[in-house]
């Protein structure tokens, strides 16, 4: 198989598994994000809507953020898959900056830094074993 269509598999593999966990997640992860930090999502960016479907929509965002970069730094080169990610990222951040909601542009730097070290630790273990 073609060296480029084997990447574009993977990266397809990536956004089509990012999205369905995240949806699978997005009730759970949303759920706990408001128990944990003693928030309500009916007071986030999501106001206009009711408390489940802010929950579920946060959920979402916030598991699609951590997914994401979490598979590519897998699968991919470091450098592909940033780009991978940032391609993939790219309509939530210009959202939450036309908005003025900074809270998700820091959120979305902490998932990629703790995506990228449980990845990396991920791979050294799968090396470790290999050999």
Do not use: H
């Amino acid at each position: 198989m073609n060296q480029k269509i084997k990447n574009v598999l993977i990266i397809l593999l990536i956004y089509l598994s990012s999205v369905a966990l995240s949806l699978i997640l997005a009730i759970i992860v949303g759920s706990l994000y408001s128990n944990i930090f003693n928030l309500s999502c009916a007071n986030s960016i999501f106001i206009a809507m009711n408390f489940d479907k802010g929950c579920r929509i946060e959920g979402f965002i916030y598991t699609y953020s951590f997914l994401l970069p979490l598979f590519s730094f897998l699968l991919l080169k470091t450098k592909k898959a940033l780009l991978n990610y940032f391609f993939g990222i790219v309509l939530f951040i210009s959202f939450f900056f036309f908005v003025g909601y900074y809270k998700g542009l820091f959120i979305y730097l902490l998932m990629l830094i703790f995506s990228w070290l449980l990845a990396q630790g991920g791979l050294l273990v799968y090396k470790k074993l290999k050999k």
